[in-house]
Nanobody, 123 residues
Framework: QVQLVESGGGLVQAGGSLRLSCAAS????????MGWFRQAPGKDREFVSA????????HYADSVKGRFTISRDNAKNTVYLQMNTLKPEDTAAYYC????????????????WGRGTQVTVSS
């Protein structure tokens, strides 16, 4: 199995920035596709971003495109989500996840999940 640990969340004012990290351990591979999802209170978990094993291909939800950037450092088994120009509606628990088979926007296609890190954006 793969263990994923998110970090970097916190409280930030609207317009500010945060960088989330997701460190993988256990069963690891440089071929893993990785994704970020988020879940706000009272809402379903939603797709944020995904990245191919090499980092050459990325996907973004329309709501974050142009503001968020996903990247990875395979030597560190770590995926990042740089979040700029944060808005109150970005407030959520953010989760990273592993997809063993391909890049995807669909929650149900991911196999391993971290426990999340909270991002709170104040007005």
């Amino acid at each position: 199995q793969v263990q994923l640990v998110e970090s970097g969340g916190g409280l930030v004012q609207a317009g500010g920035s945060l960088r989330l990290s997701c460190a993988a351990s256990g069963r690891t591979s440089f071929s893993y596709h990785m994704g970020w999802f988020r879940q706000a209170p009272g809402k379903d978990r939603e797709f944020v971003s995904a990245i191919s094993p090499s980092g050459a291909t990325t996907h973004y939800a329309d709501s974050v495109k142009g503001r968020f950037t996903i990247s990875r450092d395979n030597a560190k088994n770590t995926v990042y989500l740089q979040m700029n120009t944060l808005k109150p509606e970005d407030t959520a628990a953010y989760y990273c996840a592993v997809n063993l088979y391909g890049i995807s926007r669909v929650e149900g296609t991911y196999h391993y999940w971290g426990r999340g890190t909270q991002v709170t954006v104040s007005s």
